[in-house]
Structure formats: structure tokens, C-alpha cells
């Protein structure tokens, strides 16, 4: 027998359109039904009386280290599983675990926990793919990533690292490395994401990592080079270049802290929704009170401080990862930097489902795609969060169930 679940007196953001008033019905984990007005249940449905709530596709996160106490670098299923079950709280119903630059056997060790853990995980927000940051970057531009582990990508490391790994969704590293253009070609032929960060590059080794299949920067503005001087020549560096490129897509943090009003606004005039994705780049800390945590395993991982809402390194010299959850990333988007909620919205849905290559499957409210949507208020304060057609985070949720 189906399972179905009813959303009725809903507010649904739809693609290009806010429906007032509507319902949206979802059989065995699919949307197959939307409409305005009410939509007529039985009683063997699920029904969720949403009372005028917003009803949304489910918030994509595609770089998180962590949330709730727990990273993906620890190195156990109860992390995967906890973190995930932390994000699916504040909204999030997919992500992509993303790792710190560290040795390779706990980097094989990661790949060994995430299948393990994919299998096990039916409470939290559903794994998508591994996100892998580094080891691949430049000194000068390491920010809070260990400086040990830091080098040139070889093929003989990287084609071991891929061969024993078949969920690496997206890697990020430093395009103008030695080897890295010839290694970004490599990810492509494997539909891998090759994505920019922790740079020096200047604006035309950029444009020829574009060429080579770098279409996405990761966490804009963070450990990222800009216009510098050499020989007394100006170059323009990543930043420059991520504008210049029309079809660059770019990922920011967007809790107010990482970048400010100012810096969220221009990125937003000049990328627009549509090549812009939201992430929290979140680290153990996300959900957590203020204070000392660790970024990374807590085995090998650095010690950091959680104030001002972000985490810090211990003298305070960089930020350590955000400690932001997805609907804060809304809220800050609306609240500080204007963009209208559809909008906000969308650029933690349906852009980074496109940039990830799953748009036809995730990241918007139309018929044939999963069931995974959000219930939230004016304010972004999340009610109820379904993944896959079940209910899997409910706060003061007006469900009603029939035998």
C-alpha cells in the first residue's frame, strides 16, 4: 500500500512564483500532486496542516564539515549520523560531508565510515556525496587547514585517493598548483567537480582553470587572492576573476560574520541567485553553545573558539569554519543583505542542485521530483522537515496521523 502524505494550508514556494493557500501531496517519497485550495485526504494519509506555514524544497548544504557536537572527521558512523541529524533540524535535507586536509588513512578511513554510515543514516539530512578540501592548496592562502598536510596534487596519490572512493562528489583545491589543471580534467572525466580554494592564482590562471572544467569557487572570499603586485605589474587575482566569468559559480558563507552586509550585497548584484549557492561551511560547532571546540577529528584535529557567532582560531588570526546552520544563511540573506525570501531560497535549493548536477531530482516544489521539504515561519524558524516523504524533524507540528 502507498504511503501518502498531505501538505494542506500551505504557503509553497514554488519555481519562479509564491503559491498562497495550497497543498502538495507526495506518494512512496515523490511529489506527484500540487494545487491551490485544499486537497481532499482519507484516512490512511498523512497529514500535515502546515496553519498558513511556508512550505519550501529542502535546503541543500554543499560544504559542511560538521554540526551538533560532531565532525565528519571523527572518524565514526554516530558522527555522520549525529551531524546529519543536527542539520536536518534547521533544514537541511541533503549534504555533502566534506573533509579537512589531513593524512590519507584517515582519508580512506572517511570513505569506509561514509558508506556505512549513507546506509544507516534515516533520521538526518540524506549524504548526497564526499566533498573533499585539500590537501591540494597554497601555503599562503591555508587559512585554518593544517600546513602539514599541504602539497602539490601527483597522480599517483590522487588516482589511488579516486580508485578507493566511487562517492567523491566534488573536490576542492588551488588551480594554479603544479599538476592541478591536468588533475581538474581528471575529476571531469569522473564527473567530479574540480572547485577553486585556498588560492594565490591570478585572474588568467583561473580563467584557464575555468577551461579545464573549475566552473565553481569554494566559500568566495575566503582564503582567496585578490589584485596583488609583482614587479611592480598589477595582477587581478581569484576574486577579480570569478566576476569576470560569467558562468562561474560560487558558494558563500552567509552568516553576516564570514562576510558582511556590504560583501553579501555585491556578491548578490553581481552573481544573482542563480550562481550563487548558499553553504554553512559549518564545523563541530554548528548548533552548539559558545566556547572551546575542536575543527577537524577530534584525534587530530585543532583546537578553536566559538564567539561571535563563528569559530576562530585561538589568537583570533582567522575564522576556523562558520558555526552557521541553513536557515540562518536564509535569515542573514533576507534580514542583512535584501534578497527577497523566493530568492534566498533558491540559492539553497535549486542552485546548488544544479551546480551539483541533481536538479532533476532535488531542489525545487514540481511534480515527479523526491519529497524533500521544509515547513518554516515568517522567520525562518524551521517546524517540520521531510526527507524522502517522512517526517524526520517536527517542532509544535500539527500532524496528524490515522491508522
Known sequence: MKHRLVINDAIIILPGRISEKGYVVCEDGIITQIGQGYFPVTESDEIINAGGLYVSPGFIDMHTHGAGGYDFMDGTVEAYLGAAKMHAKHGTTSLLP?????????LLKTFSIYKEAKAKNTEGASFLGLHLEGPYFAYGQKGAQDPKYLRNPEPEEYNAILEASDDIMRWSLAPELKGAIEFGKVLRSKNILPSIAHTDAICEEVEEAFDAGFTHVTHLYSCMSTITRRNAYRYAGALEATYLIDDMTVEIIADGVHLPKSLLRY??????????ALCTDSMRGAGMPDGESILGSLQGGQKVIIEDGVAKLPDRTAFAGSVATADRLIRTMIGLADVPLEEAIRMITLTPARILKIDKTKGSIEIGKEADLVLFDKDININTTIINGKVVYKKLTKIRRKK
Not at 98 to 106: F, G, M, P
Not at 267 to 276: A, C, E, S, W
Open 267 to 276: 556578491v548578490y548584484k553581481f552573481k544573482g541567485p542563480d550562481k550563487i
Open 98 to 106: 566534506t573533509t579537512l586536509t589531513s593524512t590519507n588513512e584517515e
